[in-house]
């Protein structure tokens, strides 16, 4: 059958729980000292001040410390409470088993769970066979979250005092235990492979937007960089052999004054051209002329041109290179900030979805841990008026109030 919380929280309710223990001496009223008299009579605000007068006058019994611990807890000054049980396991190492277990107690009214554990394990160490304070050490742990570890100590504890009355109540928690753990682990499981599933999710989008916004960019930038350098091949070239495209004269001109050129010299070779093609003799007289002057420059002047031309064709180069560069380094900011926006509106994305999971998340432990919290203070408390502690030569006195 399916255990519920609700189902046995009110029957535990209704169940004593391990108290604060008052272990003195077997002797009569008129054995006590005034202030030990004064708390059995559950006058605990004058016992207190009984008790640390009696100590300072060094009337100490072995319970005077335990006394004014527990005289304090009754009246809710829990710090005083917790220094008079130090105090009294520095006088009275021998009582440390009572006096690190209602040390606990008050440690466990604070909510001081993690040193509550601690002195109920003192007290284990002090008496092994003091199975009450495994009860409370396992509401602690139950207390602070540590339901694997509580689960396990509830275990032990029905395993060494298998007669308690309340046996068949923690083994419901036990079971009631074992479900929330496991539903833990389940969710556990299933919130990592969510998340695993969100990051693949978000690698997926961020591989895609990559693909589809930045390559083809600088794509587009090689193929202007390409376009741009076979628009502007050799300009240098161009303007060293002359801004005109029209050509310095006719080819067959050309071709009739080299040939002549060779046989002949002076006014025999102007005659003869003259005779050829006398309607354009001034045109092509200018123009052999500035081809001669051309052809006239020296080894040294056309290396020196040579030079020049390399010269602007490297700088042009260069200018190119540093345009290529400055294409690029834009494309890749602008790339990097779409790229930048992108991871921002996904993390915001994943945030938000992340803060409403655990909002709802939360909402369902603290409803369970709630349930479970309130078994485990039914168990640390106590319906009875009695303080014992199961062990020799106890007295059992009434208390006004419960020790919750």
């Known amino acids: 059958m399916k255990i519920k919380l609700k189902g046995f929280l009110i029957i535990l309710l209704i169940f004593a729980g391990s108290s604060l223990y008052s272990q003195i001496s077997s002797v009569t009223n008129s054995g006590l000292s005034r202030g030990e008299t004064l708390f059995k009579e559950n006058n605990a605000k004058d016992a207190v001040q009984v008790l640390e007068y009696e100590i300072i006058n ?71 066979l003091f199975y009450d304070a495994i009860l409370n050490r396992a509401n ?41 753990i496991a539903r833990r682990e389940e969710e556990a499981r299933l919130l990592a492979e969510q998340n695993k599933a969100q990051w693949e999710e978000y690698d997926g989008n961020l591989n895609e937007k990559k693909k589809d ?32 495209p029209e050509p310095v004269a006719d080819a067959s001109v050309m071709q009739k004054v080299d040939e002549t050129n060779d046989k002949t010299e002076g006014s025999a070779y102007w005659e003869e051209f003259e005779h050829e093609n006398n309607t354009s003799f001034a045109f092509a007289e200018e123009q052999i002329t500035d081809e001669q002057d051309w052809l006239t420059f020296s080894d040294e002047e056309l290396d020196e041109m040579k030079e020049l031309e390399k ?36 993390e915001e994305e994943r945030r938000l979805r992340e803060q409403l999971l655990e909002e709802m998340r939360k909402s369902e432990d603290d409803r369970r841990k709630k349930l479970l919290e309130d078994v485990a203070n039914s168990l640390q408390g106590s319906d009875s008026t009695n303080l014992t502690s199961g062990a020799e030569d106890l007295i059992d006195y009434d208390l006004e109030g419960e020790l919750d």
Not at 64 to 87: C, H, I, P, V
Not at 149 to 164: C, G, L, Q, V
Not at 219 to 242: H, M, S, T, Y
Not at 323 to 338: D, I, P, S, Y
């Open 311 to 346: 010269q602007s064709r490297e700088e042009h180069e260069k200018w190119l290179e540093n345009e290529r560069r400055r294409a690029e380094e834009l494309a890749r900011n602008e790339a990097l900030t779409r790229q930048k926006q992108q991871e921002q509106a996904l």
């Open 140 to 180: 602690a742990l139950l207390m602070s979250g540590q339901l694997v570890s509580a689960k396990d100590e509830y275990s032990d504890f029905i395993t060494k005092a298998p007669d308690n009355p309340q046996r068949e109540r923690i083994e419901l928690l036990i079971k009631a235990l074992e479900e929330e």
């Open 58 to 128: 060094g009337q100490i019994s072995e319970n005077t410390y335990n006394f004014l611990g527990l005289g304090y807890y009754q009246l809710g000054e829990y710090d005083k409470s917790l220094d008079a049980f130090k105090r009294g396991l520095k006088a009275q190492p021998d009582n440390a088993k009572l006096l690190s277990y209602n040390m606990g107690n008050t440690y466990y009214a604070l909510k001081d769970y993690s040193s509550a554990v601690t002195s109920y394990s003192n007290a284990l160490k002090a008496d092994p």
């Open 213 to 244: 916004s930045f390559t083809p960019d600088w794509e587009q930038i090689e193929r202007d960089l390409a376009d741009g350098k076979a628009v502007n091949e050799n300009p240098e070239w161009e303007r060293i052999n002359g801004e005109s």
